[in-house]
Every structure is written in structure tokens, then in C-alpha cells.
């Protein structure tokens, strides 16, 4: 929970504060470690270059470090919805047509499910509904005519 918050925290203040303090603890976590090097007898190009080899790379260190301190899906999101509505604003008539013409499939299909769902898919409101039958007969005229009451008696 405490990692969400943080994330939360950073995700709205000190976002350059936040990379300025990266990027300083990786130098001083750098210059300890030539530091360390040459302690141990290095000479100081060769201790740097160990150093370097040690820590790995940069670029890494700093994509581990934004993920692990903001949330890159939310982001990805923000930046999507920027991007889309910068879209809408620069061609205005395209956005209108693409909307409606979404509008009009979304409301077909909801219309089309509805019907289908009531006659096909909803149970019927009967108990045992898989027991109901539908009766008919045959006259000369017409074929599955539903049985008059006078003749079912």
C-alpha cells in the first residue's frame, strides 16, 4: 500500500525531482564504486571503466526506476486520450463522422442483441417453460393453424 501511495504522490509532484535525484545517486553510487576500485589498487581510468561495467547500464537503471515509481499504464492511457482529443480538434468533420457512424453500429447491435435476447436467449416466464408445447392442425387450406377451442375440446 505504501508503494502505491508513493506512486500516486509522484505520479501528481516532484516528477524532476525525482530524475535530478536518480541521476545523482547513480553518480554518486558511480564515483563510490571507483572510489572502492582504486582503493583496491586501479589505476583510475581502469577503475572508472570497472566501475561503469559494474553498475551496468544507465538506460536500464533509469526505465526500472520510472516503473517502479509510477504507474506507466495510466500514463500510457493520459497520453492516449491527449493524443485522441488533439485528433477530434484538428479534423473536427472526420471526428464527427467517425462518432456517428460508431453511434449508429453501437446502437444496431444493442438493438439487434435486445431482440434476439427476448425471443431467442431470456427463458420464458413459466415454470418448467421446456414443458410448454404449441398445438396446431391440419386442414386442407392450411398447414399449422392453431387448434380452435371447439376442437380441442
Known amino acids: 500500500m505504501r508503494e502505491a501511495w508513493s506512486k500516486i504522490r509522484s505520479l501528481f509532484w516532484s516528477r524532476r525531482n525525482l530524475s535530478d535525484e536518480l541521476r545523482e545517486d547513480m553518480e554518486a553510487h558511480l564515483h563510490f564504486l571507483v572510489e572502492e576500485n582504486i582503493d ?22 533509469r526505465e526500472r526506476a520510472y516503473t517502479a515509481w509510477h504507474f506507466p ?33 453501437v446502437g444496431a447491435n444493442t438493438a439487434i442483441f435486445s431482440a434476439v435476447y427476448a425471443v431467442l ?33
Not at 586501479?42 to 551496468?56: D, I, T, Y
Not at 492511457?77 to 479534423?91: E, M, N, P, S, T
Open 40 to 61: 583496491r589498487g586501479m589505476q583510475p581510468e581502469e577503475a572508472r571503466l570497472a566501475a561503469h561495467r559494474e553498475f551496468g547500464n544507465r538506460s536500464t537503471v
Open 73 to 105: 499504464s495510466f500514463e500510457t492511457i493520459l497520453q492516449d486520450i491527449r493524443y485522441g482529443v488533439r485528433g477530434i480538434f484538428r479534423a473536427p468533420a472526420f471526428a464527427l463522422v467517425v462518432i456517428l457512424t460508431l453511434a449508429v453500429g
Open 121 to 153: 436467449i431470456k427463458p420464458l416466464p413459466f415454470p418448467n417453460g421446456q414443458r410448454l408445447v404449441w398445438m396446431g392442425e391440419n386442414v386442407p387450406k392450411a398447414d399449422g393453424v392453431a387448434v380452435t377451442c371447439l376442437n380441442f375440446q
